[in-house]
């Protein structure tokens, strides 16, 4: 079924659309929450609260791109149960990863998590974003902002995992160099 199709059933008030939605984009929607939160149930519980966030939303929003409308949903509510998460015990996992690894081009004796929240930041990470090549910019995506293994990643390319994370160290050093000349970092 067409996203636009799915759409209208939500617009009509088809519960159906809620069923066509998950057989069309559960399994992308469970594997970010699955990327993000490395727990089965809790990923689960994200999916069943996208699925009701997409009901309660449209209308009156008509995405123009359902599938990433979708990704930044659950994508969310994945770091919003992972927060939560956190505050009962500190853990490990690719999250942890991830965040570690922004932290050394975005952080400035700052907590991470709302320097990569905050949105004139995220504005500007776009834009850099934005200036790298395909590969590159798919790269950066993929871990951070799906999530994604560097072994993941290396298996999508065809590339070695050692090659990623050097492509991905060399993407975060020019990034925090990025950073500090548009004055969100100190030299």
Known sequence: MEDYQIIDMYW??????????????????????????????????????????????????????????LAKIIRNLSFNKYNANVAKKRGGGEMTLVLEELAESIADNTDVEKAYEAKELGVCIRKYVGTLPKRERNIFVRRYF???????????????????????SRTRKDLKKYLQKEGYMDD
């Open 12 to 69: 009509q008030r088809d519960e159906n659309a809620i069923t066509e939605t998950d057989r069309k984009y559960g399994a992308y929607c469970r594997n970010i929450a699955d990327n993000i939160l490395q727990n089965k149930e809790d990923s689960e519980e994200c999916v069943n609260d996208t699925w009701l966030k997409v009901w309660n939303s449209i209308p009156p929003t008509k995405p123009g791109n359902f599938r990433m409308y």
């Open 146 to 168: 799906f999530v994604d293994s560097a072994k993941e990643i290396a298996e999508r390319y065809g590339l070695t995992e050692n090659n990623i994370m050097v492509i991905l």
